[in-house]
């Protein structure tokens, strides 16, 4: 960079998007201040938190704190050096999956096994797995573009691929982790205009898989039971899902206040993690659930926006990155704020950026600096500078 840049401010900051770091530092910061007033009396009733009301208030500050160091790290790494390790990164992610699933190596928590013990904190693969996805999904619809026309040569291939981590991600059992990934494949798929005919197929193929899945565990069966009608087992299948509802109905327009929910008072399981949302909308009403969607909005079109200019700029690996990133944030937000008002059945997805949670809010950083650093390097391929 010159020294007439250096000594411009202005034009410095044009080569970031300041919008979108405040964004992404509103959500970040609403996230920490709700998980503190949703987890006080689970901390402090809870002998392994040693009875303090803080601990997961520490913790998510510690995570958050990795997390931005992570980012800025990140965000020094081109996007050329991440297409070319994307392929390794799957499997990486592979390997880490099946990890999960050795006894003893894996940690099982309330019946799953998601998580590698690294003794200070827990690593959930899953969570890489989503950004290691958007990268060699990416990574594989550049490659594949000369035939993107060909069934056997370009759809077959990632469909095996995807069964594969599907399975494993199955067996966790991680159900919100699979769909999430599975529509960050085919989403990127689509955008890399692969033969319009596949996906009229997947139209009716999927949904059968998905119903076939659901009839094939009565654990799914009883989840999507109780969310069709909770109330008919307030106590049993439709606890959790009639305590969110209850939760967003006493919140009304502006909340109780911060810290008044009566729901998060164990009534409410994971109300720091999974149901979040429903505290907040307890808290802060129907105006503080909006202004968490209109930020996490905002992030997505952003999100688009970018792609679309590196894709003028003819960078496609980069692109479907950020498109891929503003899928797999908008869909796994939307899943987990469909679950927390009861329009979809419950899926153990956090909400992004908010949830209590190291691994996601690592990685959920990790993918707004990749992010960042597309923005960046369009900003500079616009004014004829070296990336």
Wanted: charged share 10%; net charge positive.
């Amino acid at each position: 960079m010159s020294s007439a840049n250096l000594s411009n401010p202005r034009r410095m900051m044009a080569e970031y998007d300041t919008v979108l770091t405040w964004v992404v530092v509103a959500l970040l910061s609403i996230g920490l201040v709700m998980v503190y007033s949703a987890s006080i009396a689970t901390a402090e009733a809870s002998k392994f938190t040693g009875h303090q009301q803080t601990y997961y208030l520490v913790r998510q500050t510690v995570f958050l704190l990795i997390a931005l160091l992570a980012g800025l790290v990140i965000f020094q790494v081109p996007t050329q050096t991440w297409q070319n390790l994307a392929p390794y990164l799957f499997l990486f992610g592979v390997v880490l999956l099946l990890l999960v699933l050795i006894p003893g190596v894996g940690k099982s928590v309330n019946g799953s096994r998601r998580w590698l013990s690294l003794i200070v904190i827990n690593l959930q693969p899953s969570e890489l797995m989503k950004m290691f996805a958007v990268l060699y999904a990416a990574d594989y619809t550049v490659r594949k573009g000369a035939v993107k026309d060909s069934l056997s040569k370009a759809f077959v291939p990632m469909f095996i691929v995807m069964s594969m981590v599907g399975t494993l991600l199955l067996l966790e059992p991680d159900m919100g982790a699979f769909v999430v990934i599975c529509v960050i494949a085919m989403a990127t798929l689509w955008l890399g205009g692969f033969n319009l005919k596949i996906f009229a197929g997947l139209s009716i193929a999927l949904p059968a898989a998905f119903a076939a899945l659901i009839f094939s565990s009565p654990y799914r069966m009883e989840r999507v039971i109780g969310f069709m009608d909770p109330w008919s087992d307030p106590f049993g299948k439709g606890y959790q899902l009639s305590h969110a509802l209850i939760a967003f109905g006493r919140g009304e327009w502006f909340g109780v206040g911060l810290g008044a929910s009566i729901e998060k008072l164990f009534y409410l399981p994971e109300a720091h993690t999974d149901f979040l949302l429903a505290v907040i909308a307890e808290e802060l009403g129907f105006f503080g659930v909006c202004v968490v969607i209109g930020l996490f909005s905002w992030l997505i079109v952003r999100a688009f926006a970018i792609g679309r200019q590196a894709a003028m700029e003819e960078r496609l690996f980069a692109a479907l990155v950020a498109q891929g990133v503003a899928v797999w944030l908008g869909v796994q937000a939307m899943i987990n704020i469909g679950v927390n008002m009861g329009v979809l059945p419950t899926k153990g997805l956090t909400l992004p950026f908010l949830s209590f949670g190291g691994s996601g809010i690592v990685v959920n950083c990790v993918a707004i600096a990749v992010l960042m650093r597309i923005d960046y390097e369009n900003r500079r391929v616009a004014r004829g500078l070296p990336i």
